[in-house]
């Protein structure tokens, strides 16, 4: 299964990565890649003109449950380059 990247727009919020060490996700715009064979969920969080601002490596499935709580918006139909 190919990897797959959708954009999110995340609100500031602390979570722990896949190392076990709490971290703040800051606020924003951010593409976030999922499967691929890759064992977490990489999260680049974009700055002005796409620049790559800040990169997190999430465990599987929390990007949805931040999802599901509010803390993170998907995107739909956004052309990632």
Known sequence: MPARTERYRFTPWEIEDVNGISRKLPGGYANVTHGGGMKYDQVVFLG????????????RGHVRKLEQFGFAIH???????
Request: glycine residues 0%.
């Open 48 to 59: 002005p003109d796409n620049t790559i601002r800040e990169e997190f490596h999430l465990k």
């Open 75 to 81: 995107i739909p139909d956004t052309k990632i380059e």
